[in-house]
């Protein structure tokens, strides 16, 4: 069973950063994509990021260029850094992956911006 685990979640204040982290196990790392989504109190869960096995990374329109998805193969962690924090960005963070028919989520890891 394929297990994600993410941290890096916290209480910042607008314009700040963080550093979200997602460490996998039980699964070929380097041959499978990865993403970020998100879900704020009373809202569905969206796609904020995604990274393919290659390093190609995409996006939500929403982001403007505050995010930026990465990855370490040989420590089997995708990263996503947050930078311009804004308090609409407040929510629960949870990383994702396909393998086969299968999709596995991390539990979450929860960002608060707020003043």
């Known amino acids: 069973q394929v297990q994600l685990v993410e941290s890096g979640g916290g209480l910042v204040q607008p314009g700040g950063s963080l550093r979200l982290s997602c460490a996998a196990s039980r699964i070929a790392f380097r041959l499978f994509a990865m993403g970020w989504y998100r879900q704020a109190p009373g809202k569905q869960r969206e796609l904020v990021a995604t990274i393919t096995s290659g390093g190609t990374t995409t996006y939500a329109d929403f982001l403007k260029g505050r995010f930026t998805i990465s990855r370490d193969n040989a420590k089997s962690t995708v990263y996503l850094q947050m930078n311009s924090l804004k308090p609409e960005d407040t929510a629960a963070y949870y990383c994702?992956?396909?393998?086969?028919?299968?999709?596995?989520w991390g539990q979450g890891t929860r960002v608060t911006v707020s003043s």
């Open positions: 994702n992956t396909r393998v086969g028919w299968n999709e596995y």
